[in-house]
């Protein structure tokens, strides 16, 4: 589910420029009334661009982020690129296409922003909720720790800690930091999936949901 302040993310493995400133990732906002978090994990709604007066709106959308693996490479150690099924390559801020190459193909686009009535204030953070493992129809297991996303942006990809969102790894079940906007702040990165690939699991295609929040002070 993808709304405001939230937005989930199936992963599924088969054996699975910004107006006048085109590198920025975090873009100041004007303070103004009611007080708003916005979350966006791959598809969203907005009824314009934010900074031509639009609006967020909900969204029910849930991306599939697969890759399937080839009988000879299951388990050689090498990685697999994972794709989303419907990537979103704009940016709701203004329209600039944000995610496209050369950053991979199917990458997926997070960000939103945090807009208080007046001062700043902490930031929001942003979580993902994690199952243990990703399953098959048989009950067979891949733990989630086997999937991590590098984090990057056109044109020029930046590096931790600069992202809001910055690289990382899945916990094997629980909830993890991802990210964190500041108050008054539009933030976004392109996130880019990955399957480990160093051990031999059953046949079969393995799902599991991973739901991101957004909390505000």
Known sequence: ???LGGAALLAALVAGSLVGAASAY???ITAAAPQTIY???GVGSFTNNY???GTPQKNATIDVVSTTVAAAAVGNGTAQAMT???PTTNSFYDGFQFCKAPLPAGSLYIG???RTTGAATAAAQVTATVPAALTNAAGNTIPFSKISWASGGTPNPDSPPAEPFPSGTFVSGGVQNVGSMASNTWNESCLSF???NNTVPAAGTFT???LYTMSAP
């Open 26 to 28: 975090t873009v100041t």
């Open 39 to 41: 979350l966006q994990v």
């Open 208 to 210: 599991g949901v991973v």
């Open 112 to 114: 939103g922003f945090f």
């Open 1 to 3: 589910m993808r709304e």
């Open 51 to 53: 900074n031509a007066g």
């Open 194 to 196: 990955s399957y480990r």
């Open 84 to 86: 989303a099924d419907t």
